[in-house]
């Protein structure tokens, strides 16, 4: 027909330990895809360490003081994606379930459950920084998590969860300059974004 369907945008999502460099590339990138003149926002989700499913069922259920957008944060997501926007996202269900997952007594599959079905990100790119070289970048041991013991084993969970083949992950050198990793990750975000225009979104881990 002659009717032409709105191209969705794509759902790109940068995972990592801390220090890694994620807000500096999601910044980045998203700044050069707009200035390519593709519509791109950046979204974070609110509490890092907790998985996405779980925050939305809490709010639903009454147990948290949650702001009250939290709740409309997938509605928003998937209708900006189908207006062709491309979403940036500083984390998503991947690091609620490796940091969740590496603390005593958590194991991995019951961690993900909550995060099931949840729009599936087009791409994926772990920024890979060992935890010495993240430990350079400064101010570590400030935030509740950082300390090296507990980012080895948060980087195992990430291992494997990267190696499930039903999502599409993508590993970056993260120790090379900042503008070397934003080069690479905007290849790999706009060969994303074209295969994503024709593609219905997925549901994760289902
Ligand atoms: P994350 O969001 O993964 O915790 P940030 O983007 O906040 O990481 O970066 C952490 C710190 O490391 C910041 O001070 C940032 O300027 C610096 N940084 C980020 N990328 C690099 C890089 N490629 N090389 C050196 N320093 C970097």
């Not at 910044?27 to 499913?53: C, D, N, W, Y």
């Not at 809490?58 to 994606?81: F, G, I, Q, R």
Request: with cysteine; proline share 5%.
């Amino acid at each position: 027909t002659a009717v032409m369907a709105c191209k969705r945008g794509a759902l790109i999502v940068l995972e990592g330990v801390d220090k890694a460099g994620k807000t500096t590339q999601c910044k980045k990138l998203v700044h050069a895809l707009q200035q390519s003149g593709r519509p791109a926002e950046m979204m974070r989700f609110p509490e890092r360490t907790t998985t996405i499913g779980q925050l939305i069922s809490a709010y639903l259920e009454n147990k948290s003081d949650l702001e009250d957008h939290t709740v409309h944060l997938l509605p928003l997501m998937k209708k900006k994606l189908e207006q062709g926007t491309t979403l940036v996202v500083d984390r998503y269900a991947f690091s609620g379930v490796a940091f969740t997952s590496a603390k005593p007594g958590f194991c991995l599959d019951w961690c993900m459950k909550p995060d099931v079905g949840l729009p599936k990100p087009d791409l994926v790119m772990f920024l890979q920084l060992s935890p010495a070289e993240a430990a350079l970048r400064g101010q570590f041991g400030e935030e509740r998590y950082e300390t090296s013991v507990f980012q080895r084993a948060v980087q195992q969970k990430f291992e494997h969860l990267m190696k499930d083949p039903s999502v599409n992950w993508r590993a970056i050198d993260a120790s090379q300059s900042i503008e070397d990793v934003h080069e690479n990750i905007m290849t790999h975000s706009l060969n994303n974004i074209n295969a994503a225009e024709n593609l219905p979104l997925g549901e994760l881990w289902k």
